[in-house]
């Protein structure tokens, strides 16, 4: 995305608070020149918070959302008040809804290390996640994926970012594990996430800083969800 928004949580996942200026104010949300709040996509949910304005007035973020011109809209709830447009804030996020959302996030990209097939779809709920593969005939099995997951979470593999262009990334599309999710195309760097030596890929979400931060995990369900497509979902065992 493009938009005019610096995405703080990109290199600084791990912070909590940070200060904007209010550049916009629509019904379609408030864009801020900078902001910690993760906008859905990649199958990870939008960032809830506050905004506080320099008189301690307080605004409820409900959702965090991409427009179509690339801006990051944090979209108030309902009764909140807004902003006015040049006014600095201080914003919040929830850290206890993003931190179990950043180790599912991660623990997707092990669990397409440990079924090597490709990915068609998935998505992060709180405390679970799911991704989907296209895989002919099921040979999977419960327990058997649930335990390579936790020998890779154990292994504390390092989760470190890098960025490639466009153009090397056409090179190498082996990189590229998802069928439907295409990284989307701006023509600018390519975010790569590299997890030790066992998994690189092209992804924008929020990842933890090891993969032992994750904690135990187990597959709750493996469904046959039409001919080619097996859906696996899993949980955080806290
Ligand atoms: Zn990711």
């Given at each position: 995305?493009?938009?005019?928004?610096?995405?703080?949580?990109?290199?600084?996942?791990?912070?909590?608070?940070?200060?904007?200026?209010?550049?916009?104010?629509?019904?379609?949300?408030?864009?801020?020149?900078?902001?910690?709040?993760?906008?859905?996509?990649?199958?990870?949910?939008?960032?809830?918070?506050?905004?506080?304005?320099?008189?301690?007035?307080?605004?409820?973020?409900?959702?965090?959302?991409?427009?179509?011109?690339?801006?990051?809209?944090?979209?108030?709830?309902?009764?909140?008040?807004?902003?006015?447009?040049?006014?600095?804030?201080?914003?919040?996020?929830?850290?206890?809804?993003?931190?179990?959302?950043?180790?599912?996030?991660?623990?997707?990209?092990?669990?397409?290390?440990?079924?090597?097939?490709?990915v068609t779809g998935g998505s992060i709920g709180d405390g679970h996640g799911r991704l989907d593969f296209d895989l002919p005939e099921s040979t999977l099995e419960r327990e058997a994926?649930?335990?390579?997951?936790?020998?890779?979470?154990?292994?504390?593999?390092?989760?470190?970012?890098?960025?490639?262009?466009?153009?090397?990334?056409?090179?190498?599309?082996?990189?590229?594990?998802?069928?439907?999710?295409?990284?989307?195309?701006?023509?600018?760097?390519?975010?790569?996430?590299?997890?030790?030596?066992?998994?690189?890929?092209?992804?924008?979400?929020?990842?933890?800083?090891?993969?032992?931060?994750?904690?135990?995990?187990?597959?709750?369900?493996?469904?046959?969800?039409?001919?080619?497509?097996?859906?696996?979902?899993?949980?955080?065992?806290?």
């Amino acid at each position: 995305m493009s938009g005019s928004t610096e995405a703080l949580y990109r290199e600084h996942p791990y912070a909590t608070a940070f200060d904007a200026t209010v550049v916009g104010v629509d019904d379609n949300g408030i864009v801020l020149d900078r902001s910690l709040f993760y906008p859905q996509g990649g199958g990870q949910p939008g960032d809830a918070g506050v905004l506080v304005t320099a008189d301690g007035t307080r605004i409820a973020i409900d959702d965090t959302r991409y427009d179509a011109a690339g801006d990051i809209r944090h979209r108030p709830a309902p009764d909140a008040p807004r902003p006015a447009e040049g006014e600095r804030v201080s914003g919040t996020i929830d850290w206890a809804l993003r931190y179990p959302r950043m180790r599912i996030h991660t623990c997707l990209h092990l669990l397409s290390v440990a079924i090597p097939a490709p990915v068609t779809g998935g998505s992060i709920g709180d405390g679970h996640g799911r991704l989907d593969f296209d895989l002919p005939e099921s040979t999977l099995e419960r327990e058997a994926v649930t335990a390579t997951l936790n020998e890779l979470i154990a292994a504390d593999h390092p989760v470190t970012t890098e960025w490639i262009t466009q153009a090397e990334l056409d090179a190498r599309p082996e990189l590229v594990k998802t069928l439907s999710v295409q990284p989307p195309r701006t023509g600018g760097p390519v975010r790569l996430v590299r997890i030790g030596a066992i998994d690189l890929q092209p992804c924008g979400g929020t990842h933890v800083a090891a993969t032992a931060e994750i904690g135990r995990v187990r597959v709750r369900k493996i469904e046959k969800k039409s001919r080619h497509n097996r859906r696996v979902s899993i949980v955080l065992e806290d």
